[in-house]
T-cell receptor, first 112, second 115 residues
Framework: KNQVEQSPQSLIILEGKNCTLQCNYTVSPFSNLRWYKQDTGRGPVSLTI?????NTKSNGRYTATLDADTKQSSLHITASQLSDSASYICVVCNQAGTALIFGKGTTLSVSS | DARVTQTPRHKVTEMGQEVTMRCQPILGHNTVFWYRQTMMQGLELLAYFRNRAPLDDSGMPKDRFSAEMPDATLATLKIQPSEPRDSAVYFCASGPLAGYTDTQYFGPGTRLTVL
């Protein structure tokens, strides 16, 4: 069964610290993996999209990595800011490009 | 600043009533997606349109849900009759290219509460 599991479910960190969010998936083969950031009360915003052949992709202080062999992805946030407080959702697209499988998200709280 | 717009932003209705949610995709985008988000299930894809034609609505309960694109600037999601379990936030997203492989731009969502 195609699944996307994210961990931790929630995370609290101090402003300025780094953190890493995990995404494990069983979708195989797959076309691409994307990370979304969703602020409370708003729609998700795309952070990164990686194909199966890419290992890493950055978007400012956000860096996503992908290991297609172990079927794991991570999202690393550097020098966190209060505005990073949000839910982060991992989504995997199957190879045919006909289905999206969603993780339940990690809720990140950055405190001062 | 091109954005996906959705109306209404909030809707409270009673069980059995018809609900219509509207979405205006970004001008020039030819793919439109409808999603539902709940605390329990997270995000779920309901339907996907390309060039106004429905390509995938396998995630949508067919007996009460219907999705249409009357024209390139309007997509609608209708629930008739509505049930309490339909309470969720419904998002519309649009994209410039076909398929699930490209970036999707989400609207602000419609928060639906069915009493």
């Amino acid at each position: 069964k195609n699944q996307v599991e994210q961990s931790p479910q929630s995370l609290i960190i101090l402003e300025g610290k780094n953190c890493t969010l995990q995404c494990n998936y069983t979708v195989s083969p797959f076309s691409n993996l994307r990370w979304y950031k969703q602020d409370t009360g708003r729609g998700p915003v795309s952070l990164t999209i990686m194909t199966f052949s890419e290992n890493t992709k950055s978007n400012g202080r956000y860096t996503a990595t992908l290991d297609a062999d172990t079927k794991q992805s991570s999202l690393h946030i550097t020098a966190s800011q209060l505005s990073d407080s949000a839910s982060y959702i991992c989504v995997v697209c199957n190879q045919a490009g006909t289905a999206l499988i969603f993780g339940k998200g990690t809720t990140l709280s950055v405190s001062s | 600043d091109a954005r996906v717009t959705q109306t209404p932003r909030h809707k409270v209705t009673e069980m059995g009533q018809e609900v219509t949610m509207r979405c205006q995709p970004i001008l020039g985008h030819n793919t439109v997606f409808w999603y539902r988000q709940t605390m329990m299930q997270g995000l779920e894809l309901l339907a996907y349109f390309r060039n106004r034609a429905p390509l995938d609505d396998s995630g949508m309960p067919k007996d009460r849900f219907s999705a249409e694109m009357p024209d390139a600037t309007l997509a609608t999601l209708k629930i008739q009759p509505s049930e309490p379990r339909d309470s969720a936030v419904y998002f519309c997203a649009s994209g410039p290219l076909a398929g699930y492989t490209d970036t999707q731009y989400f609207g602000p969502g419609t928060r639906l509460t069915v009493l």
